[in-house]
């Protein structure tokens, strides 16, 4: 953090937050650490930076500033002496130049003297060997004299500044004297705010070997600790009893009891209702379902009688079962107890039981399923043993599938819970038991005491030689095969996709300028442009509108797909662009996008020339005997009207074009200008149809109208006669053609 002297923004904003929280009223004194590693300059030297900032000013009244002492010449005398002698090249004036450089340029001096002394003496460049040539220095530095002692610690003095609370000066007021280490009064006290130095420190604190007195007794820490075990262990028992309490409570209350009741059940079957809710109608364990549990019937062999007053001895039986949490393993919710019924809620699982799901003949189950359940089965079994309960009565009516096809195991504990309970169980005789597992049903599976269960669960590695069989196994198998197939089938779209979008790039091509398509296809955006050498094509069909009145649409449609395929080809063999057409509007220009210098009028020009001669073979289709004529303007006019800046351009290229004066015209926008006819080129042998003549007078557009009538009226005749003619004699047809019906 630089001094605030020389520019340190960040200190002075922390001088002005202290002042602001009161820790520069005296009792706080602070030390800048950047100022020790240079020599300041003091003498008769104002800072600037408190005249315009009484805070910081008052908040500096508080910072005594250590500086190395350097004597009558400071470190702008001595840059201002090495910029004169020219050692210092450069227009930066000495205030404008950290003092820090001057210890820089100390340090690089001094460590070049005690390499040159370790390199005089023999000894190889190292750390060690260059600080052992450290000792007894003495020479000149930047602005003060640097010196060390024979185990090469520095020997500079140091200066301790000051202000006087008012002006913009530090004053010396004590010096620091290094080589008998002392501090030596300069005449000048200290200026403190508020007049009073800050209190000080314990002498204590500063003895490693002295115990600080006046704060709290060591017997007083020790009862304290005690009292604060004591109160831990306090509240530990009481957070146990509280908690204790609590499990207690929750068997019949909360989310989380285990004790549930009729009004926690959601009925799957909507024919049950509370009044027909019987232990008959809950054995086949499929009824009721609370929020997602299922409710099944405990054995019946069960005695019940004992079960409120026992409860305080089975929690912790109940809590362990409900902690178990596994796949393959059935979640344990808790025990149903009303309506004089008592059962056990258990999660529900959509799919019943595995006996019932191995009974549907409708479900067709092939080995990868089947050795998936069976591994579902001995990874819950193994979880069970795992956690020290032994089932004892496995059997496929408590094995229970959920909907993602996903074995869990139930019924598991309830030989401890029974044992907890007291209650009474009558073991058949051997040989009952195996006559019923011989031969059911009704399906029997024999209780196994706990102590009698084995310790640990069979593995069978030969299930599916030995390989992961489940049900996520074989769905992934057909994903990766679907994966595949869908690769060919994106890689097909994909193709499709490129084709499609080749033909919109290229219909975007023929819609805009090549460079404006590229732009818009890369998102950019795009700039107008500024072309000064282009020369413009416009054309269209004389009397058009007279010739769309007497065709029909698809006629008219047909006469302008015709005529502009062929000028369209035509432009293929020129240096132009097709701008646009608007019914028989034809505009094209040259010069733009792709500048050509002086060269855009000749290539309109000869443009306009093949044009013009491929118009004079041209026949519409429904009028083949009507002559087409268009109107070409190189700018405006009848033919090829031609502008006075297009002939200077045309005649300036000295290619021979034929240029014929037509005389005053008056052009909109720009009045009476002199314009010309092009009719041809030297070296241009392709037919050009002859213009009508046009004198002066006429009423072109009627004249027009009615030659068009007039040949379109003779061709109708001859259409009509000719139809006749095939039909038989007009007179045995009884029918008479006048000419005005025509």
Not at 6 to 16: F, H, R, S, V
Not at 243 to 249: A, E, P, V
Request: proline content about 5%; aromatic content about 8%; some cysteine.
């Amino acid at each position: 953090m630089h001094s605030v002297l020389i520019g340190g923004e960040e200190q002075a904003t922390l001088l002005t937050k202290a002042l602001e929280m009161g820790l520069a009223d005296g009792r706080y004194v602070f030390v800048p650490y950047d100022t020790l590693l240079y020599s300041l300059p003091y003498q008769n030297n104002s800072f600037n930076v408190f005249d315009n900032n009484s805070k910081l000013q008052e908040a500096y009244d508080a910072v005594l500033t250590i500086t190395l002492e350097s004597g009558e010449r400071t470190f702008y005398d001595a840059f201002r002496e090495a910029k004169e002698s020219g050692e210092i090249t450069g227009d930066l004036e000495a205030t404008q130049v950290s003092p820090l450089f001057g210890t820089i340029y100390d340090a690089i001096y001094f460590m070049a003297m005690a390499i040159d002394s370790a390199q005089r003496k023999g000894v190889r460049n190292s750390g060690a060997n260059i600080a052992e040539h450290t000792k007894n220095f003495s020479f000149p530095g930047f602005s003060y004299w640097v010196e060390t002692d024979n185990c090469g610690k520095g020997l500079s003095n140091y200066v301790i500044l000051d202000t006087d609370g008012r002006g913009n000066q530090l004053f010396p007021t004590h010096l620091v004297d290094m080589s008998s280490s002392s501090v030596k009064s300069l005449g000048r006290a200290f200026h403190f705010p508020g007049g009073a130095p800050p209190k000080p420190d314990s002498s204590c604190w500063f003895d490693p070997d002295v115990l600080c007195t006046g704060g709290i007794e060591p017997i007083v820490m020790i009862l304290g600790v005690m009292l604060i075990f004591a109160l831990v262990l306090c509240a530990v028992g009481l957070a146990s009893l509280i908690r204790h309490r609590i499990l207690n409570s929750q068997l019949f209350r909360g989310p989380n009891k285990i004790i549930l009741t009729l009004d926690d059940l959601v009925f799957i079957n909507p024919e049950l209702h509370k009044k027909r809710l019987t232990l008959d109608s809950l054995t086949d364990a499929n009824s009721v379902a609370a929020d997602g549990r299922s409710l099944k019937s405990v054995t019946r062999s069960f005695s019940l009688k004992s079960t409120a007053a026992t409860h305080e001895t089975s929690n912790v039986a109940l809590y362990e079962m409900k902690d178990l949490r596994h796949e393959n393993v059935n979640l344990f919710l808790g025990f149903f107890s009303d309506c004089g019924i008592f059962a056990i809620v258990t999660e529900y699982c959509s799919r019943g039981s595995l006996e019932d799901l191995l009974r549907n003949e409708d479900m067709k189950l092939d080995w990868m399923f089947k050795s998936s359940l069976v591994m579902d089965l001995i990874k819950g079994i193994r979880y069970l043993h795992h956690r020290d309960f032994a089932h004892g009565r496995l059997k496929s009516r408590n094995c229970v599938v959920d909907g993602r096809f996903v074995l869990k195991i139930t019924d598991y504990g309830y030989n401890e819970l029974l044992e907890a309970q007291k209650c009474p169980y009558i073991q058949p005789p051997p040989e009952e038991i195996i006559k019923k597992v011989k031969k059911p049903p009704p399906l029997c599976r024999p209780n196994v005491a706990p102590e009698l269960a084995p310790l640990e669960c069979i593995q069978f590695k030969t299930i599916n030689k030995g390989k992961k069989t489940n049900i996520i196994d074989s769905m992934l198998r057909m994903l990766e095969q679907y994966s595949s197939n869908l690769e060919d089938l994106i890689r097909e779209r994909t193709e499709e996709l490129e084709i499609e979008k080749q033909k919109t790039e290229k219909l975007l091509s023929q819609m805009l300028p090549p460079s404006v398509a590229e732009a818009l296809k890369t998102g950019g955006t795009v700039e107008p442009e500024y072309f000064d050498q282009v020369t413009i094509y416009f054309s269209d069909i004389v009397g058009f509108t007279t010739i769309s009145a007497l065709s029909e649409p698809i006629e008219v449609v047909d006469l302008l797909n015709d005529l502009y395929t062929l000028f369209d080809a035509v432009l293929g063999n020129h240096d132009v662009y097709k701008v646009e057409t608007i019914g028989d509007a034809y505009m094209v220009a040259s010069g733009l996008p792709k500048r050509n210098g002086n060269k855009h009028a000749a290539e309109i020009a000869n443009m306009s020339l093949d044009i013009l001669s491929s118009v004079g073979t041209f026949k519409m289709r429904h009028m083949p005997d009507i002559p087409l004529r268009i109107r070409i303007g190189l700018h405006t006019a009848y033919r090829i009207h031609v502008s006075q800046s297009t002939v200077d351009t045309l005649r300036s290229l000295n290619e021979g074009y034929e240029i014929v004066p037509r005389g005053k015209t008056e052009l909109k926008g720009k009045g009476v200008e002199d314009t010309y006819w092009l009719v041809g080129k030297k070296g241009f042998l392709k037919p050009l149809p002859k213009p009508p003549e046009i004198k002066p007078g006429y009423n072109w557009p009627d004249v027009l109208t009615r030659k068009l009538k007039s040949v379109l009226r003779d061709t109708k005749r001859t259409l009509t006669k000719a139809t006749f003619k095939e039909l038989g004699s007009m007179k045995e047809a009884g029918i008479s053609i006048e000419e005005d019906e025509i």
